[in-house]
């Protein structure tokens, strides 16, 4: 075991798979200049910076990708996004469908994501519902550095495009993360904490947030179970199902607002296929409809919080 | 790697299959048997003056307006009948339809058709081929309206800094849908704006294959010997409607009746006959061939059936 943050995880993952596959390769604006390692390891041609202009770097690496290489591309803040969503959605989502097969997309897009640096709302949007809802596209978002570096590890090596999500306020984070990491599979939720009385699912920075109320509520007898997704698509629906058959009780975390959120759909799902289990409404806890503000006080007031959570729990517990 | 002097007489040929298969394609719409198509009537000699300076090496990249450029290239005309019907023997199965048709077997890659995508896509594929060695230059097809969007600028600037393998082929058919080339920019063409980029251009006759086979290959020739990408604009014109079926109503008549005197296809052929390198007997056996082609074509397309319905949700994912 070494402990590492989240930054160097991804650093880690990156340095390994480039090592191990000659084909994958990194550009972004300024890539080249912050991870020096990786530029002095594997020279030029292969750590790139590019110009200001994420649509033409997302839709390089769906070129490159579709003809042999193995992109990586860093688009920095996720909202920038919006200037590459055709080459991500329109062109890597879909041109292996609409070529019947024909070409694969096997490309990772990093973006940073979520509250914590008081960014404010234009480099800090939780997006990710935005490309689960697109085909042909898989959507990862971590909690810890360990899966940071496994799931970036598997994101390179899969056929298909996958965002991965790094939650801003992760980055600096640090956990243990094992000598010989493996890749993680993509699509399968981790349980971070047993429990018979309430399901908590999450995934980035609230989970932790769950994990604090899960130990509030142990403190007054209540046993909540802690899922974390890991992968948004493919989603771990087992995982859900099973702890929810459990515990009778589901309370869903996240940070981007609820509307169409990732929450929604994992109300649905256990509406549709648990219902019976269900021994109380579910609950969601999300960011408001608001753009993301800049000042600290309401930046963590976007945030749901643990106390929250304990709170959501207990009415559901019926006081 | 050598390149294959144009044939005129074959390349005529090629001209009168586009040609050909548009129109089959209009009249199996007019009968309510294909959906409608952006036809690219009046540009096919900048296709098959373009595709016949590529080598077997070589990847395409093209937009809505496709057909010339893959049927230049040998793509079948019966599997692109049955691709625009949706039938399963089509290049893609039958889930690209018209507008966006490729065939990897004849390096015919990422077919696009949001305005622009393609311009961003090739820069990929300029990259791999230079990272992975390979030794084929890449032919990104686009029209004016493409070059109207940041991402033509994105595109070749980025091909620029890079050296990527590009040749951008612009084919300026003065229009945009339904606006006019003059009403969204103030410049003739765009090729002036390679220059502000560092990329070298050529504008060239499109209507004359011989002439945009020449410069192609002075382009291409250029780009193995420096890296750097290339810019052709081709001067031509959409002789059809945008989208089919469309009345053109909206075009001045004395625009449209200037360029249909010059028309690639007939100007070739008044050429050919005049240097008496062919005449009424050569034309008529050209005729047939292309007919029985088409005529082939269209009872494989008939003949091949609907995709199966799980298709629906097959090639999503890898
Ligand atoms: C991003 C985008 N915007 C608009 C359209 C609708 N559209 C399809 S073709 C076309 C005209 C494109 O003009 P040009 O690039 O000159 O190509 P041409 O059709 O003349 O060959 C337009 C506006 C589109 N397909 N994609």
Not at chain 1, 125 to 136: A, I, L
Not at chain 2, 15 to 36: F, K, N, Q, V
Not at chain 2, 283 to 292: K, T
């Amino acid at each position: 075991m070494t402990t590492m943050t989240v930054n160097d995880a991804i650093s880690a993952a990156l340095a390994e798979e480039m090592q191990r596959d000659p084909t994958v390769m990194i550009f972004g604006e300024g890539v080249a200049t912050k991870r020096r390692d990786l530029l002095e390891r594997f020279g030029a041609t292969r750590v790139r910076n590019t110009p200001l202009a994420e649509g033409i770097i997302a839709g390089t690496a769906a070129g490159a990708a579709a003809t042999g290489l193995r992109p990586v591309v860093d688009l920095l803040f996720a909202p920038f996004l919006c200037y590459a969503m055709d080459e991500i959605v329109n062109s890597a989502g879909k041109l292996r469908y609409i070529s019947g097969g024909q070409f694969s997309f096997p490309m990772v897009v990093l973006a940073m994501t979520g509250a914590g640096w008081g960014v404010g709302a234009q480099h800090n949007h939780n997006v990710e519902s935005w490309f689960v809802h697109s085909p042909g596209l898989k959507i990862v978002m971590p909690s810890t550095p360990a899966d940071f570096k496994g799931l970036m590890k598997s994101a390179i090596r899969d056929d298909n495009p996958v965002l991965v999500f790094a939650d801003i306020a992760l980055g600096y984070s640090a956990g243990e993360v094992p000598e010989e990491a493996d890749a993680i599979p993509l699509g399968k939720a981790a349980v971070r904490r047993e429990g018979r009385d309430v399901t908590l699912v999450s995934y980035a920075k609230t989970v932790g947030t769950c994990m604090a109320a899960a130990d509030t509520l142990a403190g007054a007898g209540i046993d909540a179970e802690v899922i974390d997704l890991r992968s948004l698509k493919p989603l771990d629906e087992d995982a859900i199902l099973r702890s929810v058959a459990k515990t009778g009780r589901l309370v869903v975390v996240h940070e981007a607002s609820r509307l169409c959120g990732v929450g929604a759909e994992i109300a649905a799902l256990v509406a549709e296929k648990a219902f019976a289990s269900l021994r109380a409404p579910v609950l969601r806890l999300t960011g408001p409809d608001a753009p993301a503000p800049a000042s600290f006080p309401l930046e963590q007031a976007f945030v749901p919080q643990a106390d929250a959570i304990v709170a959501a729990v207990r009415s559901q517990m019926g006081g | 790697m050598s390149i294959h002097p144009l044939d005129p007489v074959q390349a005529l040929e090629r001209m009168m299959l586009i040609r050909a298969y548009e129109e089959t394609l209009i009249d199996l719409h007019g009968r309510g048997r294909a959906a409608g198509t952006c036809t690219s009537v009046g540009q096919e000699a900048a296709a098959v003056g373009v595709v016949s300076a590529l080598t077997a090496d070589d990847l395409i990249l093209t937009n809505h307006r496709s057909a010339g450029h893959l049927l230049a290239r040998g793509a079948d005309p019966g599997r692109m009948l049955a691709e625009v019907m949706g039938k399963r023997d089509g290049y893609c199965g039958g889930k690209s339809g018209s507008l966006h048709i490729s065939a990897k077997d004849l390096g015919v890659v990422l077919t696009s058709t949001i305005v622009g995508g393609e311009l961003a896509l090739a820069t990929g594929v300029g990259l791999s081929r230079r990272m992975l060695g390979k030794p084929g230059i890449v032919a990104c097809f686009f029209g004016d309206g493409a070059a109207t969007e940041g991402r033509f600028q994105e595109s070749l600037n980025l091909a620029a800094v890079w050296t990527l393998p590009i040749l951008y082929v612009c084919e300026n058919n003065q229009w945009q849908a339904f606006v006019h080339r003059k009403e969204t920019m103030l410049a003739d063409g765009i090729a002036g704006h390679a220059a502000a980029l560092g990329v070298e251009s050529a504008v060239v006759d499109g209507n004359d294959p011989l002439a945009m086979f020449d410069a192609a290959s002075a382009a291409i020739d250029s780009i193995r010997r420096t890296g750097k990408p290339f810019l052709l604009e081709a001067m031509t014109y959409r002789l059809r409607g945008h989208f089919e079926p469309d009345d053109q109503a909206y075009v001045d008549r004395t625009e449209l009746s200037h360029w249909r005197d010059r028309d690639p296809i007939l100007c070739l052929r008044t050429r050919l006959e005049r240097e008496g390198r062919l005449d009424a007997e050569g034309i008529a056996a050209i005729e047939s061939r292309v007919r029985a082609t088409m005529e082939a074509a269209t009872a494989f397309a008939d003949a091949s059936p609907y995709p199966g319905l799980d298709a629906l949700t097959t090639d999503v994912y890898a």
